[in-house]
């Protein structure tokens, strides 16, 4: 049988995990090559579970609006008239036109095929031109509302109605973190691309620190100490290891003022891996994100952001400080870009067998669990 093609690539996977993590290998070559086990995902995982769109911050006013496209769905987050954001079909109700893209602001949303225009709410406002319609009644008409929460500062939806809350969903983060405050952060950038691998390789090299001593040896490589790495078993739904920075690093560590961190917390950064895509870097000082869609088995599409404690707002220096960690970020990804591409490439290739696991990649088996649970379902 081809391994790249197997069959049932998510029973090739199910055989995958259920080896013990002690001897525990890769995950198969089909599960990032397979359309069907693409198609499992987009059914399974980003249809069922929550998404994160980013931060509200980056959302303050009314008619601030930001478009995403999640398990085939185009939709718009939009805060309204009343302050509240709100998640919904980015689809005209007349010729099903898309109506808004990218990000941005408006007071009404006005579909560029024939003009019909929605309130921020999703109500319709008005159709020219249609009064000769007797079937026609502007009340019937309302986008299809989708669930959105914000917790601890970022924007999630989800496609399935009796999605849990975020909130419950996801209380053991928030108690894992709390001493961090995350709604003390402030986001200081966003950028969104797209890279030639797919989505689970952008989301393992993200999980393990393994890769930091030879990957980046041209920038953060030498920070990295193995032995300091701590990996342990994680929860069903995220996983999580920590890497203590320099203290020398001084925006990377607490900040004199911070009274929430004691101890080795000062200096600690933790890595968390939301299930499905929401990847977070969290410092005591600043933090970044990654949040990860797939755009077929071969790209991902990548939400990129992050910015700074507010314990360090009143610095003079901190925008030359955020300045030079946001310049070491973007050397990070063109490295981290250059591994996973390779990455996929390689797994391509008919010779392609994937290898025992470190035990510093706990993590990546975690995460190939829950993708077996959720695409056996």
Same mark, same amino acid.
């Given at each position: 049988m081809?391994i790249?093609?197997?069959?049932?690539?998510?029973?090739e996977?199910?055989?995958?995990v259920?080896?013990?993590?002690?001897r525990a290998?890769?995950?198969?070559?089909s599960?990032?090559?397979?359309e069907?086990f693409l198609d499992?995902?987009?059914t399974?995982?980003?249809g069922?579970e929550w998404?994160?769109?980013?931060?509200?911050?980056?959302?303050?006013?009314?008619?601030?609006y930001?478009?995403?496209?999640?398990?085939?769905?185009?939709?718009?987050?939009?805060?309204?008239?009343?302050?509240?954001?709100?998640?919904?079909s980015?689809?005209c109700l007349?010729?099903?036109?898309t109506?808004?893209e990218?990000?941005?602001?408006?007071?009404i949303?006005?579909?560029?095929?024939?003009?019909w225009s929605?309130?921020?709410?999703?109500?319709?406002?008005?159709?020219?031109?249609?009064?000769?319609?007797?079937?026609?009644?502007k009340?019937?008409?309302?986008?299809?509302q989708?669930?959105?929460e914000?917790?601890?500062?970022?924007v999630?939806?989800?496609?399935?109605?009796d999605? %849990?809350?975020? $909130? &419950?969903? *996801?209380?053991?983060?928030?108690? #894992?973190i709390?001493?961090?405050?995350? @709604?003390?952060?402030?986001?200081?950038?966003?950028?969104?691309?797209?890279?030639?691998t797919?989505? %689970?390789i952008? $989301? &393992?090299? *993200?999980?393990?620190?393994?890769h #930091?001593?030879?990957c980046?040896?041209g @920038?953060i490589?030498?920070?990295?100490k193995?032995?300091?790495?701590?990996?342990p078993?994680?929860?069903?739904?995220?996983?999580w290891?920590?890497?203590?920075?320099d203290?020398?690093?001084?925006?990377?560590?607490?900040?004199?003022?911070?009274?929430?961190l004691e101890?080795?917390?000062r200096?600690t950064t933790?890595l968390?891996?939301l299930?499905p895509?929401?990847?977070i870097?969290?410092?005591p000082?600043?933090?970044?994100?990654?949040?990860?869609?797939p755009?077929g088995?071969?790209?991902?599409?990548?939400?990129?952001?992050?910015?700074?404690?507010?314990?360090?707002?009143g610095?003079?220096?901190?925008?030359?400080l955020f300045?030079t960690?946001?310049?070491l970020?973007?050397k990070v990804?063109?490295?981290?870009k250059?591994?996973?591409e390779r990455?996929?490439k390689?797994?391509c290739?008919?010779?392609?067998?994937?290898?025992?696991l470190?035990?510093?990649?706990?993590?990546?088996?975690d995460?190939?669990?829950?993708?077996?649970?959720?695409?056996n379902?």
């Amino acid at each position: 049988m081809n391994i790249h093609n197997p069959a049932d690539p998510a029973a090739e996977l199910a055989a995958n995990v259920a080896t013990p993590f002690e001897r525990a290998r890769a995950m198969p070559t089909s599960v990032y090559t397979s359309e069907r086990f693409l198609d499992a995902e987009l059914t399974h995982i980003f249809g069922k579970e929550w998404y994160c769109v980013g931060r509200a911050s980056t959302l303050p006013n009314p008619g601030d609006y930001i478009t995403v496209e999640l398990a085939n769905q185009p939709l718009m987050v939009m805060r309204g008239q009343d302050g509240v954001l709100r998640a919904q079909s980015n689809v005209c109700l007349h010729r099903m036109s898309t109506l808004l893209e990218g990000r941005g602001n408006r007071r009404i949303i006005t579909c560029p095929y024939h003009g019909w225009s929605y309130e921020a709410d999703g109500r319709l406002r008005g159709a020219p031109a249609m009064s000769a319609n007797h079937g026609f009644c502007k009340e019937n008409y309302r986008l299809p509302q989708v669930k959105c929460e914000v917790w601890l500062g970022w924007v999630l939806v989800s496609l399935k109605p009796d999605a %849990k809350p975020v $909130a &419950e969903h *996801f209380a053991d983060v928030e108690d #894992l973190i709390r001493p961090f405050d995350l @709604t003390n952060y402030t986001e200081w950038f966003n950028e969104s691309f797209v890279w030639n691998t797919n989505w %689970k390789i952008l $989301a &393992e090299n *993200f999980m393990e620190s393994y890769h #930091l001593p030879v990957c980046h040896a041209g @920038t953060i490589g030498g920070l990295s100490k193995l032995d300091e790495m701590v990996c342990p078993p994680s929860p069903p739904h995220f996983n999580w290891h920590t890497i203590l920075k320099d203290p020398a690093f001084r925006i990377a560590c607490a900040h004199p003022t911070n009274t929430r961190l004691e101890g080795d917390l000062r200096r600690t950064t933790f890595l968390l891996a939301l299930y499905p895509s929401l990847l977070i870097t969290l410092t005591p000082g600043y933090f970044w994100y990654l949040s990860l869609h797939p755009k077929g088995v071969d790209h991902v599409q990548v939400t990129f952001g992050g910015g700074m404690c507010n314990d360090f707002l009143g610095d003079p220096d901190v925008p030359e400080l955020f300045a030079t960690v946001k310049a070491l970020l973007d050397k990070v990804n063109i490295e981290d870009k250059g591994c996973t591409e390779r990455v996929y490439k390689g797994l391509c290739s008919e010779m392609a067998v994937p290898g025992h696991l470190s035990h510093l990649e706990r993590p990546n088996y975690d995460f190939a669990t829950y993708l077996s649970r959720m695409t056996n379902p």
